[in-house]
């Protein structure tokens, strides 16, 4: 892989500012150009050469699309995921006007559009709903059963809307029933992308979600006056220009990536409290939805209780799994050295702990062998710390590789200095795998300011007998001073301090 020239790196900051300053201006001229446009055309709609109304709603909600794409493609991570949520929620807002649109055109196609447009208007709250219910730093198998559980409300909440509205349209009541549904669907999600806005640190999700809150909360305002207030005759046309501004604001606010990101965030814990209850929205959204479609789809309603209950329920398993193997890797990387792969200091000395007990009910001794790399000091101030490092990993792995036995424990105790605990050992036995790692590092040969020219090991042996008066900290001072005997001798060579029955000896 090549390294990036900085020039190259200067080049798309540069690049990237640009594309900033021109969106900064967009959102100030979107605006500007649109409203009264759009304005023009609904005073205009008698005339058959304006253009439609209709046309403008679908260009304003194809414009927030396009900016949450252009968003999502400079953002990187969980605001990404989120801005192509969002996108995708746009799109399909905008294929159900535009249905609507082509609809218009023809007297029979404005049957079918309208179905067709009420399912993408259905559709339309399934992303919105999936980026607010599901936390984007969840694993990604749980965030799956979230999708999936999102769409399938979308198909209940769908079903409960063509259970009293028919293809040619609703009556007075189902138009009343079906407008105090969005609503009810708008409320929903202005309500949590505000939750989930208060409730976010990072910048990023902070500027995504509180775009996605002024946006909902400014449509639903204007769905409610629209769906409420004004019918489909003159007053709509006029009133049309009010529904292209949600999507304008949200042009403007995801072009200028800001927002309300200044407005002060909740704490750490409400923070937690909202991600770690986000996953709960779908799968209560699931059972209220159900139990609306009881009168009308009975079995429908069961099926969607079902899924609720197993969904969130398999979501939970998968969610633990995921943290159990984040602990176990966690407690795995808290006890190895990341340098070398042997287990460190905090290893070593429960290792330690467990073996000395264990000695001390069977009676069989422990040996231990303290590691020095010889002139490490002049090898890291002359051939630098990288060099210095990867003669740990060589040492590391030659003294690793003559710990034979399962129960031999080599770690790195710190520095330039290693330990091997050999439980059980003889004196022999312990003697005999100290001089072996000693030749194995020897026998590397690897290169060394020092005086042999190559790297090499002292090395200080010691062994528990009377286990009932030595002790831990006992063990470790004899094997310390045997290590210094080695040093003092000359280095590159094995001490052993045994107990007094056991005379000392030196190989080399």
Known sequence: MGVRSPQIAGRRSDDAEAGDRVARRLALVLPLLFVPAHLAAALTSWNPIAPPPLLFETLGASIACAACCWRASRSRGRARQGWLAVAAAML????????????????????????????????????????????????????????????????????FIFSFVALAGADDAGALTLAWTFDIQNIFIALFA??????????????????????????????????????????????????????????????????????????????????????????????????????????????????????????????????????????????????????????????????????????????????????????????????????????????????????????RYGGEEFAAILPGASTTEAMAVAEAMRAAVEERTLPSPAPDGRVTVSIGAARLTEIEIDTGPRLMERADAALYDSKRAGRNRVTAAWPVEEPARALG
């Not at 937690?272 to 479609?293: E, F, K, M, Y």
């Open 92 to 159: 399909c807002w905008t294929a159900g006007v535009g249905s609507q649109f082509v609809g218009s055109l023809t007297a029979a196609g404005a049957v079918g559009s309208g179905a067709i447009s009420m399912f993408l208007f259905v559709l339309y709250g399934v992303p919105l709903t999936f980026v607010l219910a599901s936390p984007a730093g969840d694993p990604w198998r749980a965030r799956l059963v979230d999708g999936a559980l999102a769409l399938i409300l979308g198909g209940l909440f769908g079903a």
């Open 194 to 411: 505000l939750v989930r806005f208060r409730a976010s640190s990072n910048g990023r999700e902070r500027r995504l979600f509180g775009a996605l809150t002024a946006y909902a909360v400014v449509y639903m305002a204007v769905a409610a006056f629209y769906n409420h207030l004004v019918d489909d005759g003159a007053i709509g046309v006029l009133a049309s220009p009010l529904v292209a501004i949600p999507f304008l604001v949200l042009a403007a606010l995801v072009l200028r990536s800001g927002g309300s990101a200044s407005v002060p965030r909740a704490g750490r814990m409400f923070e937690r409290v909202v991600v770690a209850g986000s996953p709960l929205i779908l799968p209560t959204a699931l059972l209220i939805v159900s139990a609306s479609l009881v009168p009308h789809m009975p079995v429908l309603a069961i099926a969607g209780c079902v899924v609720a209950t197993l969904g969130y329920g398999l979501r939970a398993v998968l969610v633990q799994i995921h943290g159990i193997g984040e602990r176990e890797e966690l407690a795995q990387l808290s006890q190895i050295d990341p340098l070398t792969g042997l287990p460190n200091r905090r290893q070593f000395d429960e290792a330690l702990r467990r073996e000395l007990t264990r000695a001390r009910r069977s009676g069989q001794g422990l040996a231990l062998l303290m590691i020095d790399i010889d002139h490490f000091k002049l090898l890291n101030d002359t051939l630098g710390h990288q060099a210095g490092d990867q003669r740990l990993r060589d040492v590391a792995e030659a003294l690793q590789s003559c710990a034979v036995r399962a129960t031999d424990v080599v770690a």
